[in-house]
Nanobody, 127 residues
Framework: QVQLVESGGGLVQPGGSLRLSCAAS????????IGWFRQVPGKEREGVSC????????YDADSVKGRFTISRDNAKNTVYLQMNSLKAEDTAVYYC????????????????????WGKGTLVTVSS
């Protein structure tokens, strides 16, 4: 069964750090581009970071550049998002998703040909 399961969300104070994990099962993660997306209720979902499958290029949205780092462990079939210097505006439900490819367009991460989505993990940044 094809599945993506996120974990690692929670409550953190501004300036703090969290590491999200996304474990894949039923398929090989490195065969796809994999990205992290986030959504606040009432707002559009936005791409945060992604890794291309073709050449391993990493793309980050302008809003998180220098603070968030995406990485992939092929042996564990898992992708991570290390989030540092968290801000209140980073509060959202974070989803991992696979796609055919990904890129940055006008400072936003875009996924092309989306395949599978996880159910999300909530990150709350608040004092």
């Amino acid at each position: 069964q094809v599945q993506l399961v996120e974990s690692g969300g929670g409550l953190v104070q501004p300036g703090g750090s969290l590491r999200l994990s996304c474990a894949a099962s039923g398929f090989t993660l490195e065969d796809y581009a994999i990205g992290w997306f986030r959504q606040v209720p009432g707002k559009e979902r936005e791409g945060v970071s992604c890794i291309r499958s073709s050449d391993g290029s990493v793309y980050d949205a302008d809003s998180v550049k220098g603070r968030f780092t995406i990485s992939r462990d092929n042996a564990k079939n898992t992708v991570y998002l290390q989030m540092n210097s968290l801000k209140a505006e980073d509060t959202a439900v974070y989803y991992c998703a696979t796609s055919r490819d990904c890129a940055v367009v006008d400072g936003d991460v875009i996924g092309y040909g989306m395949h599978h989505w996880g159910k999300g993990t909530l990150v709350t940044v608040s004092s």
